[in-house]
């Protein structure tokens, strides 16, 4: 059973382009995220957001928004994309709050050319 | 700057040998996590260390914390090559909904 699924697992998109991303989670947590990680693995939050209020909003573009449905749902739209944009974003929950384990998606791997 | 930094970056040992991670951070936390990324994977949780725990087991992995040298160490025992992975420190400083913040990662290779 799919803990936290996210689609596509592959992006290859042109500059310019407009995408989204989407993510679910079976867990029944009150908590998900997107995260960036770069090509260096560093791994950097974007957004969070609990019983579909947004509570953490870091410094991204925005180019870049989320939208959560209900809690079992977290997708995320990136418009006019950036070679920059290139990189794996995942999606992860947590029960309740952040500061919890979290539970994460396979990632899906952004190409932008 | 990170709030953890792994030390080392990478390492490569022989299988059946131990590995040993350390995580650095700069601020008091409310917990300590580590998590392991397998080559194209998502981060597997692997254990949570509590600001007031100084050491913690699960199978053969043994985590111990230093709260007021603001570090933490992760041991692997036996290691195998399924162990092969990169290893992450996240650290959550306990105020509400406060981001979880990872460190840089351990990049372990276990030669068979």
């Known amino acids: 059973d799919t803990a936290v699924s996210q689609t596509p697992k592959y992006l290859v998109t042109q500059m310019g382009n407009d995408k989204s991303i989407k993510c679910e989670q079976n867990l029944g947590h009150d908590t998900m995220y997107w995260y960036k990680q770069d090509s260096k693995k560093f791994l950097k939050i974007m957004f969070s957001y609990n019983n579909k209020e947004l509570i953490i909003n870091e410094t991204v573009p925005n180019r870049f928004s989320p939208k959560s449905p209900d809690k079992a749902h977290l997708n995320l739209h990136i418009n006019s994309l950036e070679l920059g944009d290139s990189a794996v974003y995942f999606c992860?929950?947590?029960?309740?709050?952040?500061?919890?384990?979290?539970?994460f998606g396979p990632g899906t791997r952004l190409l932008v050319l | 700057s990170q709030q953890g930094e792994e030390d080392p970056q990478a390492l490569s040992i022989q299988e059946g040998e131990n590995a040993t991670m350390n995580c650095s951070y700069k601020?008091?936390?409310?917990?300590l996590q580590w998590y392991r990324q397998n080559s194209g994977r998502g981060l597997v949780h692997l254990i949570l260390i509590r600001s007031n725990e100084r050491e913690k087991h699960s199978g053969r992995l043994r985590v111990t914390l230093d709260t007021s040298k603001k570090s933490s160490s992760l041991l692997i025992t036996a290691s195998r090559a399924a162990d092969t992975a990169s290893y992450f420190c996240?650290?959550?400083?306990?105020?509400?909904?406060?981001?979880?913040?990872f460190g840089t990662g351990t990049r372990l290779t276990i030669i068979p």
């Open positions: 992860a929950s947590s029960r309740l709050s952040s500061q919890e384990t979290q539970y």
């Open positions: 601020t008091s936390i409310n917990n």
């Open positions: 996240a650290t959550a400083r306990g105020f509400g909904n406060e981001k979880l913040t």
